[in-house]
């Protein structure tokens, strides 16, 4: 019971971006960062709606430090950049992963689910769908005198269909659209306000270089990605006129592909991630190094609401990349670092490693991953394992993550 209790006072900071506890933290220009009672550093990490949009949904990039933005493409490329299924070799592809969340606190009914595919159109198209399903499992809803307002089940989904086309021999192009569904807490009623479902729209746009070379005197592609992803309508979860950011992303990304021999590949990934939008302010500012005076650059307009919630789209997106309070310092502090191997054998047997790292300001996630990749005729079996790398706890810590990918375009190796 304290465990439905508690997520349904997550829900309810989450549905109002009601954050209290942000209210009484002080910005220190002196350390550029926002600090507690002590003068000590507190996390200020970019809050958004629908946060499941950012979960690597495929146990192959899983395992490779959720990096996928420049790899070789599969059918969950979609996620990371679309543009690179143009660079497909097999005709069609699907592929299905489970995400168990939260396993270390015994909660089963949380998972991530995702499904998705493409199909060569030509020799220069493709085009690609993805559905992903998050439950946030069943919770008891109780209102604040503690009389039974039922059961519900959270849930969130996106559905995206993409196409992608190259532009030469080396160069593709992306577009996708995405509808995005959020019901965290429909009918119920949080201090007075009732709680309704929230929509989006959203679009991704990719870009992916391919360079094939000799180096070493071995046989060896260089790929670069670039995306940005669920750029798309701010959300509210309620009838107020104050919505929310969704986590559009800026994502950079290179790999390089070595054949060493005629059995054995291996390629190495990285990654930059940013999202694309405003750095919570906060209310409050120190003056003189003791003194707490209001934050003028909260709220300009006077309405006790802080302005970074308040801006356009388009305002945010491109005022994200100079709007920290911290200055570049703080701006530089909001990228997320992956790192990854995979080595094949005789395209049979794949093993993977992975790094992450998120600054300690901005989420503080650190972690290691490794997974195994198996295929057999038409079917690629991948399994990815997350390690943690600090006493932070990751929703994914010492989870096994299960991914299958089905060869459409080859289905009669079934017969051999």
Excluded at 270 to 278: A, E, G, I, T, W
Excluded at 296 to 309: A, H, L, M, Q, T
Aim: hydrophobic share 40%.
């Amino acid at each position: 019971m304290l465990r439905k209790v508690n997520q349904c006072i997550f829900l309810a900071i989450a549905i109002l971006g009601v954050c209290p506890f942000l209210n009484g933290q002080v910005f220190d220009s002196r350390v550029g960062c926002v600090v507690d009672a002590n003068g000590d550093c507190l996390p200020n990490s970019n809050l958004t709606a629908m946060p499941f949009l950012r979960i690597a949904p495929d146990a192959r990039g899983g395992a490779m430090g959720d990096a996928g933005i420049a790899l070789d493409p599969t059918p969950a490329s979609i996620h990371y950049n679309a543009s690179s299924l143009a660079f497909a070799e097999k005709d069609a592809a699907l592929s299905a992963t489970y995400t168990p969340w939260l396993q270390d606190l015994n909660l089963p009914d949380i998972y991530l689910a995702q499904l998705s595919g493409y199909k060569k159109i030509d020799a220069l198209s493709t085009v690609g769908f993805q559905f992903k399903y998050f439950s946030l499992g069943v919770i008891n809803f109780r209102d604040p005198s503690g009389v039974d307002n039922g059961d519900g089940r959270p849930r969130e989904f996106q559905f995206g269909l993409a196409y992608a086309r190259k532009l030469g021999d080396n160069l593709s192009v992306s577009v996708s659209g995405n509808y995005l569904f959020s019901a965290l807490a429909p009918n119920q009623i949080v201090n007075g306000i009732e709680i309704t479902n929230a929509t989006s729209f959203a679009t991704d746009i990719g870009l992916t270089y391919k360079k094939k070379m000799e180096l070493g005197g071995k046989d060896a592609q260089l790929s670069i990605g670039a995306a940005i992803t669920n750029l798309g309508s701010k959300v509210t979860y309620t009838r107020d006129s104050i919505r929310d950011f969704i986590p559009t992303n800026l994502g950079i990304g290179t790999s390089l592909k070595l054949e060493l021999d005629e059995y054995n590949t291996i390629t190495f990934a990285l990654d930059f991630n940013k999202l694309m939008v405003p750095t919570s302010v906060s209310k409050n500012i120190l003056v003189d190094g003791n003194t707490t005076a209001p934050n003028p650059e909260f709220s300009k307009d006077g309405d006790n609401v802080g302005d970074y919630r308040q801006k356009t789209l388009f305002e945010g997106v491109f005022g994200s990349f100079s709007d920290a309070q911290g200055g570049f310092q703080e701006e530089l502090q909001e990228i997320n670092y992956s790192l990854g191997a995979e080595y094949w054998y005789d395209q049979q047997f794949a093993a993977r490693a992975g790094f992450f790292y998120e600054h300690p300001l901005k989420g503080a996630r650190k972690y290691f991953t490794v997974g195994l990749g198996i295929k057999y005729n038409i079917f690629n079996i991948d399994l990815s394992y997350l390690i943690p790398g600090n006493n932070r706890r990751s929703p994914l810590d010492n989870t096994l993550r299960f991914g299958m990918i089905f060869d459409l375009g080859n289905l009669s190796a079934l017969d051999e």
